[in-house]
């Protein structure tokens, strides 16, 4: 909690012109949603004085070029381009999407920012403030444009994000711990290039991990941006994020293989029952009293935690925050199982399989 109010949505001194760095934006595209327009073309209204965009498009066929070549059209004045086909490095197909656009940037800060991002026109250039000299990579927090017209599940994501996703990422930042989401993350490019670039990191497909890891194992800081990565993808379901939650469950498990015991008993329910439990066994107090307790408590905390991230009112009322926290933290043992069932990852249209340690093999 405190962690979020010293962290997120700081003002920040800017930096004159001349003092501000050249920045090289990769977007790795597959595909197109109904919000895909509005996300690139916030990247074509980014105030900051030097960058470029990359955009990284695996197949000559592929509908977003469409978009791409059309905003390039209506924005001449910005540097971008766009590259289409893969160069195969490694299994990961997202390296393999972006590895052009990697050795075409002429920029040393890298900015890698996933096709659901939509950004802010000060975006860019927060980010760049808080890349101070022994700082090697800055993260956005991820989190959700408000998105009313897709129904609950919004509501689910949003509430999934600014709680249990928040808490992970502001106190392993807090800690020194590698919470590091590769969604929106600027960083330096010369620790990458001498450890051998982004071949190695697409050995894994949690490639945001290793890169934090590299960047760090080189010296460098890793530090949290003021503003969160606002997520805007068009389509949106219950059961879809249930299928990237056991995913990044999945990848989790196998890169740390101690959260297969730690996570869950991290979770509400669980935390609750065994402590409620071990209270009554100690001390006799009612386990039923001390559970209730704990549950409104970590409630009240999950809602201020929401309110800090979001910045303003919530999009959604009361009842549905509720509703959406009680389906989150009482699914949260269900679907860490789920994550056991076997080692195939399903990403993109590709399938993997995820050794310990948590490098990948393409089945």
């Known amino acids: 909690m405190c962690t979020s109010i010293r962290r997120l949505h700081r003002q920040l001194p800017t930096p004159s012109p001349e003092d501000l760095p050249g920045v090289s934006i990769i977007k790795p595209l597959v595909g197109v949603d109904p919000h895909l327009y509005a996300n690139l073309e916030s990247f074509f209204k980014l105030q900051y004085p030097n960058f470029e965009i ?21 924005y001449p004045k910005v540097d971008a381009k766009l590259f289409i086909g893969i160069k195969y490095i490694c299994p990961n197909g997202k390296i393999n999407n972006m590895i052009k ?14 096709s659901c991002i939509k950004m802010n026109e000060n975006t860019l250039m927060e980010m ?10 800055v993260v956005q927090m991820p989190f959700f444009e408000n998105r009313p017209k897709l129904g609950f599940a919004s509501v689910y994501e949003k509430v999934y994000f600014a709680t249990f996703n928040a808490r992970s990422t502001l106190g392993g930042f807090a800690t020194g711990i590698n919470a590091c989401t590769g969604m929106s993350c600027l960083f330096r490019r010369e620790p990458v290039d001498k450890a051998g670039g982004l071949a190695p990191l697409g050995q894994y497909l949690s490639e945001d991990y290793i890169l934090n890891h590299t960047i760090t194992q080189a ?24 299928k990237r939650i056991i995913r990044w469950s999945q990848l989790r498990i196998a890169l740390l293989p101690h959260l297969i015991i730690l996570e869950p ?26 559970f209730l307790m704990h549950i409104l408590l970590w409630f009240l905390l999950d809602y201020t935690l929401l309110r800090i991230v979001e910045n303003g009112p919530l999009p959604f009322s009361k009842f549905e925050f509720v509703v959406a926290w009680l389906m989150r933290e009482t699914l949260a043992l ?4 789920q994550s056991h069932r076997n080692t195939i ?19």
Request: glycine share 6%; proline share 2%; charged share 20%.
């Open 101 to 114: 656009a990697y050795e075409a940037a002429k920029n040393e800060n890298l900015l890698i920012s996933d």
């Open 345 to 363: 990852v399903k990403w993109r249209h590709k399938q993997y399989k995820l050794n310990w340690g948590g490098k990948i093999e393409e089945v």
């Open 54 to 74: 990359l955009f990284c498009v695996q197949e000559e066929s592929d509908p977003a070029i469409m978009i791409v070549q059309k905003l390039m059209e209506l």
């Open 128 to 137: 760049v403030c808080c890349m101070k000299p022994d700082v090697g990579m």
């Open 219 to 242: 010296g460098y800081k890793s530090v949290l941006c003021t503003s969160t990565a606002q997520q805007n993808s068009g389509c949106s379901s219950v059961s879809s994020f249930h």
């Open 334 to 337: 269900f679907l860490t199982l």
């Open 265 to 290: 008993l991290s979770e509400c329910m669980l935390m609750g029952a065994c402590a409620s439990w071990a209270i009554e066994y100690l001390f006799g107090i009612s386990s039923m009293g001390v």
